[in-house]
């Protein structure tokens, strides 16, 4: 269906429900919802969550000034999925690059290519005036997507209100198992940077991808004065992100992998949909299963990972 089209149905679908809008931003169509908690909007494009906003509090996810808004373009901000692979494919486990010829692994773009397909609304529920659920899908059949062979289902389950909850469930409808690496990679609003510190990881084990991928032990909070790039091989209980005026709780299951990314000043000026100051505003605080964390689904198997942030 083409964005006309796709708007109508949804208009038809869900338009009546109390708080849902269906927007379009350029090139992209988005649900807006409003609820008694809160307020949320995501795109169908990579089912991006762009906004969450309790009311009468700052914005918790970040989103980028910049951003283009158009097809193909996953936005700079909220909380894009990655997946099949997270990152650069030549740097995930064999077990994630073996579906690729080596001439496919030095094409394939970082983060995998879900976040920039268009995903349908399967339902829209507001079960209480102060919770609302959406469910988006995608589904993948065989010989269906040049960068993927397997037939995949892909379920995501966002509720919004007092707590943000989202839950990406990938099932295997193939015959043959896989292997995958994913996250959702969350882009936290901050007061500054230099404020910022994060709790839960101490005595975590991480790899520094800045520091040749060595690997280190956490002492205390993390804490930011130049670029982080980061995978601790954990995931924490209960993870908060400090800042200036606020905490931010951060629970997730079905992961033991975090990364913590922050571009600082030099990365920020080679990004994307990025303003050169935006580092400063900004914290990824990513839940994943990555590196010795990846997904293994035989044939009918399912997986979820889920994020929590309050
Ligand atoms: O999660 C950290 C990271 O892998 C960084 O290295 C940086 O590349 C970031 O993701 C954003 O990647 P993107 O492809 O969205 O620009």
Same mark, same amino acid.
């Given at each position: 269906? /083409?964005? #006309?089209?796709?708007?109508?149905?949804? =208009?038809? /679908? =869900?338009?009546?429900?109390?708080?849902?809008?269906?927007?379009?931003?350029?090139?992209?169509?988005?649900?807006?919802?409003?609820?008694?908690? +809160?307020? #949320?909007?995501?795109?169908?494009?990579?089912?991006?969550?762009?906004?969450?906003?309790?009311?009468?509090?700052?914005?918790?996810?970040?989103? *980028?000034?910049?951003?283009?808004?158009?097809?193909?373009?996953? $936005?700079?901000? &909220?909380?894009?999925?990655?997946?099949?692979?997270?990152?650069?494919?030549?740097?995930?486990?064999? @077990?994630?690059?073996?579906?690729?010829?080596?001439?496919?692994?030095? %094409? $394939? *773009?970082?983060?995998?290519?879900?976040?920039?397909?268009?995903?349908?609304? /399967? #339902?829209?529920?507001?079960?209480?005036?102060?919770? %609302?659920?959406?469910?988006?899908?995608?589904?993948?059949? +065989?010989?269906?997507?040049?960068?993927?062979?397997? #037939?995949?289902?892909?379920?995501?389950?966002?509720?919004?209100?007092?707590?943000?909850?989202?839950?990406?469930?990938?099932?295997?409808?193939? *015959?043959?198992?896989?292997?995958?690496?994913?996250?959702?990679?969350? =882009?936290?609003?901050?007061?500054?940077?230099?404020? @910022?510190?994060?709790?839960?990881?101490?005595?975590?084990? =991480?790899?520094?991808?800045? @520091?040749?991928?060595?690997?280190?032990?956490?002492? &205390?909070?993390?804490?930011?004065?130049?670029?982080?790039?980061?995978?601790?091989?954990?995931?924490?209980? !209960?993870?908060? $992100?400090?800042?200036?005026?606020?905490?931010?709780?951060?629970?997730?299951?079905?992961?033991?992998?975090?990364?913590?990314?922050?571009?600082?000043?030099?990365?920020?000026?080679?990004?994307?949909?990025?303003? +050169?100051?935006?580092?400063?505003?900004?914290?990824?605080?990513?839940? !994943?299963?990555?590196?010795?964390?990846?997904?293994?689904?035989?044939? *009918?198997? @399912?997986?979820?990972?889920?994020?929590?942030?309050?």
């Amino acid at each position: 269906m /083409n964005i #006309a089209e796709t708007m109508q149905s949804l =208009y038809a /679908n =869900y338009g009546e429900l109390e708080g849902i809008t269906i927007e379009c931003q350029n090139e992209l169509l988005a649900i807006g919802i409003q609820n008694t908690a +809160a307020k #949320a909007e995501i795109f169908l494009q990579g089912a991006q969550i762009s906004q969450y906003q309790r009311h009468n509090e700052e914005p918790v996810l970040w989103l *980028s000034k910049a951003c283009v808004y158009q097809n193909g373009s996953p $936005l700079r901000g &909220g909380i894009p999925i990655c997946w099949p692979w997270f990152g650069d494919i030549n740097k995930n486990p064999q @077990a994630v690059q073996s579906p690729f010829t080596e001439d496919k692994l030095k %094409t $394939l *773009s970082a983060h995998g290519f879900i976040r920039e397909r268009n995903w349908e609304v /399967n #339902a829209i529920q507001t079960p209480t005036d102060n919770i %609302t659920i959406i469910e988006l899908r995608y589904q993948i059949f +065989a010989e269906q997507e040049p960068l993927w062979p397997f #037939a995949t289902d892909l379920i995501y389950r966002i509720e919004i209100g007092e707590q943000l909850k989202a839950s990406l469930t990938i099932k295997n409808l193939d *015959s043959m198992p896989f292997n995958y690496s994913c996250a959702l990679h969350s =882009y936290f609003a901050i007061d500054h940077i230099n404020h @910022a510190r994060i709790k839960g990881f101490d005595q975590s084990d =991480y790899i520094d991808t800045l @520091a040749d991928w060595s690997q280190y032990i956490q002492k &205390g909070d993390i804490l930011f004065n130049n670029e982080v790039d980061r995978i601790y091989q954990s995931a924490p209980e !209960a993870i908060q $992100l400090i800042d200036n005026n606020r905490e931010i709780h951060i629970k997730s299951t079905g992961s033991n992998s975090t990364v913590i990314w922050n571009p600082w000043v030099d990365k920020a000026k080679r990004l994307s949909q990025f303003n +050169a100051e935006d580092y400063q505003k900004m914290l990824c605080i990513e839940t !994943a299963n990555i590196m010795d964390d990846v997904v293994y689904l035989e044939p *009918s198997e @399912a997986h979820s990972l889920t994020v929590i942030i309050s």
